[in-house]
Each structure stands twice: as C-alpha cells, then as structure tokens.
C-alpha cells in the first residue's frame, strides 16, 4: 500500500525506542529502553523467561501503552492521538503472532482477506486476486484457500498467518516465535521461505524468539533483554562480547557460538 511521500524515509529508523519504561503495579518490565531499527534490518529480540520480550513487541505496534516514553515507526508515533496518522502507521507493518492467531471460524480464504477488506477501498474482484498472490508468495495453492484453519497443519497455519500479516505490503513484520511448534524440517523450511521473501520485498523485520537455528537462519542483528533492559545489541560478535550471565548462558561458547557468528553479521 502506498504512502504519503512525506512518510517515505530511508534515513528515518523503521522502529524507534526512546526512555522507554513498563511497570505494571509495583513490578517493573522494562526501564529506560532505547533501541533503533533500521530499515531493511532483521533483528532478532532474545531474552529470558518473563523479561518482557512479547510485551515489548505489544508496545512496538501499538497493542500495549508504555508506562513512560515513546515508541516510533517510519519517524511517526505509533500511539498518535491523531486517529487518522494511527491507522497510516498501522497499515505500514503486519505482525505474526506465535500460535498463528487465525479466525477459527473463518476460511483461509478469508483469513487473509480480513486486512483487506478491513480497508473498505478494494472490490471483491481485486480482493480475491490479492489473497491469491499472497498465498503464491507462502507457496500455498488457490484450493487451500477453502480450507478451515482446524484442517491445516502446523506448519501451514504458519504460513497462512504469514500470508494474512503480508496482505497489506507492510514495510515492517513483526515475528513472536515464528518457528514456534514446528518440527526441524518446517522450522527450516519457514526460516528459508522468510528469507526468500524478505529479499525480496526488502521489509524490516523484528521478532522475539529462543531458538538458535531461527536467529542463525534469519537475524542479522540482535538486541537481549535482560535486566530490565537492552544490555547489547549488535551482530553476534559484538553482542558475545559482552559480559553477561544471560548472554554466556544463551548463546554458550566455542563451536555454537562460532556457528552462530558466521550467520548474523
């Protein structure tokens, strides 16, 4: 979907973070973050159990208010009191979220065309070529479109949920656990199928996730939470030389972390 041109920046960060604070009653989440996502880049956000990865990713599109500071997309606030600049940035990203998050109760069809139709600016016609491009793009066929999502597998409800989070064009994709329930073979199958399209289409990227192989397979870069705070970020190397419990414990030593450096630079 196009922008105003005035939106359109290669010099401004695709995600912002400033003095960013979340503290839900007395318990703190997160203080003073600052991060910045440049367009294009595939960042992957690592942290421990309860470190507030996911609510993180909630105040980055909009779904959670931080208790202090300000998260920006493409330069503009994603909580703008303007309703109208909201829902432009809103257009400007998609989000995958870890279970798929399908309408049961909707086809696949369906399913991917729910962004669109949401729009109220498409026709019917140009609906249905729309949905089935997007499911050309997932390597889905035009007859999984009739399917209901308790018939597919996991590795399909994956890609179906992919399809519905690309069916605006979004410049940002936002991943919780992509690979999340899926055996090796999928997951890599997935991690390829990302990729693929990421060059292709040249979006950015962030997404939460604990398995090595996805980070290796997709991240260029990566940020970790711990402490209530971002306490590296950068590629691999740079991030393994910092000293940290949670960075020695996540990411080990010697051969792993050799392996992984060579696939985020």
Known sequence: MSVPTEWSSAAVPAIEIRDLSTRFGDVVIHRDINLEVPPGQMLGLVGGSGSGKTTLLREIVGLLAPSAGMVKLFGHAVLDADPQRRRMVRRRFGMLFQQGALFSALSVFDNIAFPLRELRLLDEALIRDLVLLKLAMVELEPRHSRLMPAELSGGMVKR?????????????????????????????????????????????????????PTLLGLATRL????????????????????????IHNFFGSGHAAAAMGQGVS
Do not use: Y
């Open 223 to 246: 940020a970790v939470l711990a402490d209530h705070r971002i306490v590296a970020c950068g590629t691999m190397d740079e991030v393994l030389a910092v000293e940290h419990p949670f």
């Open 160 to 212: 179906v949920a992919l399809a519905r989070a690309l069916s605006l064009e979004p410049e940002l994709l936002v991943l919780d656990e992509p690979t999340a329930g899926l055996d090796p073979d999928r997951s890599e199958n997935f991690i390829k199928l990302l990729t693929t399209l990421q060059k292709e289409l040249g979006f950015t990227v962030v997404m939460v996730t604990h398995d090595r």
